[in-house]
């Protein structure tokens, strides 16, 4: 008995000791799942599975589910929490938004109803009427909050890049200044600067290139205990005919917790914006670009990674008090005391990338998973910016899952007509395309991996993720949904931030698999056809230069 113990305790000590390597760090958490697994399997005839209907969908689940804080193996995903915290949520608080207007109306109605927290973290917050509305929420919940028939303690926390919020005179810092003057002890505005723009880099480059150095593109809207995930930003063309994609767990505090706790953390290592437009760091930080860059990321490093253990460690012993002890007699205490909040059905495990700050949980789940898809799974995935990394490129050609890709028609780019060198960007996307496909069918994939162009007449396209579809099943058990773009930028300069969701909740699966085919239906198939059309010729100086400036965009 003892040795059974100590297996799992070995493995989680040694996870402990690769904090650099999370790749190595998961490989070894799924070994030590298995060994749990087996050692279940020995100890009973019956283990229960959580995924049972999508890991064998002609055998029907025996009763109803488990709590989601479950022991060891019971679902192929578990091996993301030896990475980050595991949550477990009712899928009936998940709720799959569509349409940019949806996504606008239920921010505003949130803002409205908070009475504790209004937490978002955006690449920047354009300065629209659309936009003025999203502050006017701010400041009418903010006067609220000072009321004396109906006082809050209120709190407003916005993270943006500082690059992209501070260009131009009207920029996203002289939208939130009223704010920040009228209500300077709720509101904080903090402006992320990449340790990577600076010196005579930051002197050289002009204000609207300067952002393709690095920037913060975590996009997490959160209100009091729910949290809006998307790729979208705080502008007005994301509010009416910039199709991403978004998420809302309404009601799930850990969760919305383990965010807050992460925007705070950003917020503490970058630069705050004061009443007179000027910026400060907090006291006692390094300076993003005036300072030392190693020792202000190794600080970065620390802080973020602290919130991530943290709340890691917290689910973990949360995970040991259910099932252990007197967990039972307390479940059963709080059932009869009146606690009917429904089972957990749903894992949310969020995924950050930091690479400036040597963070790469994300990048190692996303390769895992391309990795694990085995023949006969279906991987539905989705870019904006179609520009996937070459481990990503190499694992999609060189595995056994099926492959739909969804990237944007040149015209639907939110680069397209652009002036200058930017309205080049839908031709080298074009051309970045065109090598892709020409790999695939080098390889004779054509039939395993497939390309489809979005193209929706008046409307951009913004939208990033997977939907994954395990062999035999119509329907999706896993979505990566969030920030990431799958490229270069991703991976290697920006901050990231995104959720795995794995779920069992065949209603839940159901508002996933209608998502991938609401965004695949406005598709259509790339073939070699596709590159003759007059709009898809490349100009041959941005063949050239495409390989030079790709990991930028």
Request: aromatic share 8%; net charge positive; hydrophobic share 40%.
């Amino acid at each position: 008995m003892a040795a059974a113990v100590a297996r799992p305790v070995f493995w989680r000590r040694l996870l402990g000791l690769l904090p650099g390597r999370p790749g190595l760090a998961a490989l070894l958490g799924r070994l030590s799942d298995r060994l749990g697994r087996n050692r279940d399997r020995r100890r009973r005839r019956s283990p229960w599975l959580l995924l049972a209907p999508l890991l064998s969908p002609a055998v029907p689940q025996a009763g109803p589910p488990p709590c989601c804080l479950c022991p060891e193996g019971v679902h192929r995903f578990q091996w993301i929490r030896n990475l980050v915290p595991e949550f477990g949520v009712s899928s009936s608080h998940v709720r799959v938004l569509s349409s940019p207007a949806e996504f606008f109306e239920l921010m505003k109605g949130q803002i409205k109803a908070a009475r504790r927290r209004v937490v978002m973290a955006s690449l920047y917050l354009g300065t629209g009427p659309l936009e003025q509305e999203l502050v006017d929420c701010l400041e009418i919940a903010l006067e609220r909050s000072l009321r004396a028939e109906s006082p809050s303690d209120l709190r407003v926390s916005v993270l943006l890049d500082f690059t992209r919020g501070s260009r131009g005179r009207k920029n996203s810092r002289t939208m939130l200044l009223p704010l920040l003057q009228r209500f300077p002890e709720q509101v904080r505005v903090s402006l992320f600067h990449t340790p990577s723009l600076r010196g005579l880099l930051r002197l050289l480059v002009p204000e609207r290139f300067n952002e393709t150095i690095g920037l913060q593109h975590i996009k997490v809207y959160l209100f009091d205990s729910s949290v809006i995930l998307s790729g979208a930003n705080l502008s007005d063309s994301y509010f009416t005919n910039r199709q991403d994609r978004y998420v809302f767990l309404r009601d799930c505090p850990e969760v919305a917790d383990f965010f807050a706790e992460l925007v705070e953390a950003v917020g503490d290592v970058s630069l705050q914006l004061q009443a007179d437009d000027t910026v400060q760091v907090v006291e006692g930080m390094v300076h993003p670009y005036k300072g030392d860059r190693a020792a202000y990321c190794k600080a970065a490093n620390a802080r973020v990674m602290g919130v991530i253990e943290a709340a890691r460690t917290r689910q973990q012993r949360l995970h040991a008090q259910t099932f252990h002890g007197d967990a039972l007699v307390l479940r059963e205490d709080a059932a009869a005391a009146g606690d009917r909040r429904p089972a957990p059905d749903t894992w949310i495990y969020p995924l950050i990338q930091m690479k400036p700050f040597e963070i790469r949980i994300d990048e190692a789940v996303t390769e895992t998973l391309l990795t694990e898809a085995e023949r006969g799974a279906r991987v539905f995935l989705t870019t904006g910016y179609f520009n996937l990394t070459q481990a990503y490129m190499d694992l999609v050609l060189g595995t056994r899952a099926e492959y739909q890709i969804l990237l944007a028609s040149p015209e639907v780019n939110g680069f397209f007509g652009a002036k200058g060198v930017a309205g080049a960007i839908p031709a080298a996307y074009v051309h970045i395309e065109r090598q892709f496909f020409r790999a695939v069918c080098t390889r004779g994939q054509q039939e395993r991996v497939r390309l489809q162009e979005y193209r929706r007449r008046g409307w951009t396209f913004h939208a990033k993720g997977l939907w994954l579809y395990l062999a035999g099943s119509s329907l999706p058990c896993l979505t990566l949904i969030g920030s990431p773009n799958f490229g270069y930028r991703s991976v290697h300069r920006d901050l990231e931030a995104q959720i795995a969701i794995v779920t069992e909740s065949q209603a839940l699966q159901q508002q996933l698999h209608q998502e991938q085919e609401q965004l695949y239906r406005r598709s259509g198939v790339v073939s070699p056809a596709t590159f003759e059309q007059p709009g898809r010729r490349v100009q041959l100086w941005v063949k050239m230069v495409t390989p030079l400036i790709k990991n930028f965009f």
